[in-house]
């Protein structure tokens, strides 16, 4: 039998605002344990929660960003559970009457479209860290920091509509790309700042009802959640053709083994008994506020790709590279604003930029070339000053000394050789010191043309212009 | 019977309540009493209302974005039974 998985992922982001979610405690990473703790996040009796007008506005950029549908009415839910890493008791969540609903994400699936649907978006407060080992000399405890209690977070939930463990990894990181590109989230997955956990069943292909699911966990980058939801597949297909049944529970990913494990301490249901939160009062959102957030959006990729491919006349690939990051595109974006071949500009960023800023490891931001520069060394090879192959050289250097191209062409005398009469004698002098390959090629041989063309080339320290080599050549072969 | 025993046993266990089967008894009796008056609401329609999800009328209580944290750490642990560099100290919790 033919087995289709079914795939719905819920990711939470947590959101760049410089307070907690419901009190003024900083969410700055790496403090002291507990320096970034009050009343409100420590659950103290009496202390009142108050809500973070940034977050709401940050949630409705996603949920607009997405094609959700923002609710004019939302309200605060108590999820109810016992567990020292939210000293309350319960942690303030959305349940009925999220922020938004019933959105999409489109992905590039070998070319073709695919749109995965969006359920809700809803807001909430993160949980604390514990620490279970490697703190104190008490083996029987757990060491609690609350720094991260009530850290703003969005919870994003999509429809089942995911397939295949390609499709969740595309679906994820369109959606880190966006939410990066709004600036409210920084989506590093290794930190923890974009989590992700999966639904994940199997059902023979053709059966509509959905298989028995399993909810995965802790796969914090996107090769572990292609990895996890692979090996979950090929569990469930086993487990059903060994005739037994899939059970519904929660299961961690190993990331060593790469296989998953059911969480058995949790047979025991959760039952939170979500209600109102009395604490916070509901939360309206008129068609005022609405449009004022939705005029801050920036331009997302989607929009910015074919932009790039109208105004610039570049391949779709080449915009979707260039549009990977807002910097990326501003970059590119600057850069033809200073020369009209947007082409090139386009390969050089692509190839050589790229290549360097991987291999230093650092972003866009931090090139030591900049937009302006990189256009200027298209100029000079446009305007025939530099071959393309000098370009190469003009570009490694001015990558290392951050000097303008001109400069670095007339210190090292790199200016391309147009002058035909210098060429013609550099034409001679080979010729000259290659009577038999002369020979041949007059004697029919004319794949030896390269090899002359090669030999100028050498001759002039690849400073000839490559066409006027090609040109005169030709004519003196003849 | 508008609760069961058992009912209240669970209730009780996700409140970390450990009640004598005595006091399961008599509670089981109690909340019956309670729901039931309750119940009289069920009596009356409303279908056109919206649920009620606060009592108060305000509405889009929001703070600013700012970092403006005055608690000293000190004073976040002063209330702990039991800490250790900085850290609350619990009773081990391994999911």
């Known amino acids: 039998m033919e087995f289709e998985a079914v795939i719905g992922l819920e990711v939470h982001a947590q959101m760049l605002t410089d307070s907690k979610i419901f009190c003024g405690c900083s969410t700055k990473f790496g403090n002291e344990p507990n320096e970034n703790t009050c009343m409100v996040c420590l659950g103290l009796p009496g202390a009142l929660p108050v809500l973070n007008k940034k977050v709401v506005e940050y949630a409705m950029k996603v949920a607009i960003a997405t094609d959700c549908k923002v609710a004019p009415l939302s309200i605060f839910a108590r999820k109810n559970y016992f567990y020292p890493d939210l000293p309350k008791g319960y942690q303030i969540s959305q349940y009925e009457l999220p922020i938004a609903e019933h959105g999409r994400i489109s992905i590039d699936l070998d070319g073709k479209k695919k749109v995965i649907g969006i359920t809700r978006i809803h807001m909430e407060e993160d949980a604390g860290k514990l620490i279970h080992e490697g703190v104190g000399e008490d083996t029987d405890c757990s060491y609690v920091d609350l720094n991260r209690a009530c850290v703003p977070l969005i919870e994003i939930v999509s429809e089942p509509d995911i397939r295949t463990p390609k499709e969740a990894a595309l679906y994820l990181k369109k959606l880190r790309q966006i939410l990066v590109y709004l600036e409210i989230c920084d989506g590093n997955m290794e930190e923890g700042s974009l989590r992700c956990d999966a639904n994940v069943s199997v059902r023979p292909v053709g059966q509509e009802k959905f298989g028995t699911r399993a909810e995965l966990k802790n796969m914090n980058s996107f090769k572990f959640i292609e990895k996890a939801l692979e090996y979950e597949i090929k569990r469930q297909i086993h487990t059903i053709n060994n005739g037994e049944e899939i059970v519904q529970e929660t299961r961690l990913f190993d990331t060593s083994k790469g296989v998953t494990i059911s969480m058995r301490s949790k047979e025991e249901a959760h039952d939170y008994r979500y209600f109102p939160d009395p604490d916070l009062v509901p939360l309206l959102i008129d068609d005022a506020w609405y449009n004022e957030v939705k005029a801050t959006i920036c331009e997302l990729p989607d929009d910015k790709i074919q932009r790039f491919v109208t105004q610039y006349k570049i391949p779709e690939y080449d915009a979707e590279v260039l549009s990977s990051t807002k910097q990326l595109a501003d970059y590119y974006e600057e850069t033809v604003k200073h020369t009209d071949d947007t082409k090139m500009a386009s390969n050089w960023i692509m190839g050589d930029i790229l290549r360097e800023l991987k291999n230093d490891n650092i972003e866009i931001d931090a090139c030591p070339v900049s937009p302006k520069m990189l256009a200027e060394m298209i100029k000079l090879i446009k305007d025939g000053t530099i071959s393309s192959k000098i370009a190469k050289t003009v570009f490694e250097e001015m990558y290392r000394s951050k000097k303008m191209p001109d400069a670095i062409v007339r210190e090292k005398g790199l200016v391309q050789v147009t002058d035909s009469g210098a060429i013609e004698n550099m034409i001679d002098d080979v010729i000259a010191a290659n009577p038999n390959q002369y020979e041949q090629y007059k004697a029919g041989k004319d794949r030896l043309f390269g090899f002359f063309v090669g030999q100028v080339m050498k001759l002039s320290k690849g400073k000839a212009n490559p066409k006027l080599v090609n040109e005169l050549l030709k004519k003196k072969l003849t | ?95």
């Open chain 2, 1 to 95: 019977m508008k609760i069961t025993k058992e009912e209240v046993e669970y209730v009780a266990k996700l409140a970390r309540m450990y009640l004598s089967k005595e006091e399961a008894k008599m509670f089981t009796g109690q909340l019956d009493k309670i729901l039931d008056y309750i119940n009289l609401l069920n009596e009356l329609d409303v279908n056109d209302v919206q649920p009620t999800s606060q009592s108060v009328s305000k509405r889009n209580v929001l703070r600013k974005d700012t970092a403006d944290n005055t608690f000293k750490k000190e004073e976040s642990l002063k209330n702990a039974p039991s800490q250790d560099k900085g850290f609350f100290k619990v009773p081990k919790v391994i999911e």
